[in-house]
């Protein structure tokens, strides 16, 4: 069955470190997207992507890079990790359109000491 | 610009009992809607969308939700909850005809504890 998985699952990493979240998804899926999750925000949109070599910014991608060489995987990076990044981190993937379902890997969960 | 509002971030319900959760949205263009559940400790899934027809959509797990364009609301219900329904629940909207744009603008969520 196709899938979308995440790794780590849990992180712990000291202030100024850069840490790398992975994002591999098997829906062969166009699109992918990662998301925050705080109490109070809900979700918050930080980088997309429409295809290979695609990349775009969403409401809070101050701090954070991705890079998509290709159509399954979207790392997500911190260059410089500060404490306002503890989070927990979702990927999401969707097929073609905006009426297509996102799928959701388990979640990242990030503490930045 | 779109806009979407979860009316109550806490729903608290017993077992057994009817539940709404209220989502309204702001748009001046049309949109497609979606409900995602979150349980605990997981990623979200897909409940529901309306796209297009009849105004009552029906979902997984017994829910369903009524789109109403002149309130702008898409409020989701469910006529027996179960313990099993304790999660979290998010209402979203995308806009139709809006170019490239693929990208689905949230609410804040709704916790829903059903307790025995």
């Known amino acids: 069955d196709a899938e979308i998985t995440q790794s780590p699952r849990h992180k712990i990493t000291e202030t100024g470190r850069q840490v790398t979240l992975a994002c591999h998804q098997t829906?062969?899926?166009?699109?992918m997207f990662w998301y925050r999750q705080d109490l109070g925000h809900g979700l918050r949109l930080i980088h997309y992507s429409y295809g290979v070599q695609d990349t775009n910014k969403g409401e809070v991608s101050d701090g954070y890079s991705v890079s998509r060489s290709n159509t399954e995987d979207l790392p997500l990076t911190l260059e410089s990790a500060a404490s306002s990044q503890t989070s927990v981190y979702f990927c999401?993937?969707?097929?073609?359109?905006?009426?297509?379902?996102?799928?959701f890997g388990p979640g990242t969960r990030l503490t930045v000491l | 610009a779109q806009s979407v509002t979860q009316l109550d971030s806490q729903v608290p319900v017993f077992e057994e009992a009817p539940v709404e959760l209220r989502c309204n949205y702001s748009s001046s263009v049309s949109v497609y809607l979606f409900w995602y559940v979150q349980y605990p400790n997981q990623g979200l899934q897909l409940l529901l969308k309306?796209?297009?027809?009849s105004t009552l959509v029906k979902g997984i797990n017994g829910f369903e939700a009524e789109f109403n364009k002149s309130q702008t609301s898409f409020h989701l219900r469910k006529p027996s909850v179960h313990i099993s329904d304790t999660a979290e629940y998010f209402c979203?909207?995308?806009?139709?005809?809006?170019?490239?744009?693929?990208?689905?603008?949230w609410g804040l969520g709704t916790s829903l504890a059903v307790n025995p």
């Open positions: 309306y796209l297009s027809g």
């Open positions: 979203a909207v995308a806009p139709i005809n809006a170019g490239n744009n693929r990208k689905l603008i």
């Open positions: 829906w062969n899926h166009n699109n």
């Open positions: 999401a993937s969707s097929d073609a359109g905006v009426a297509d379902t996102q799928y």
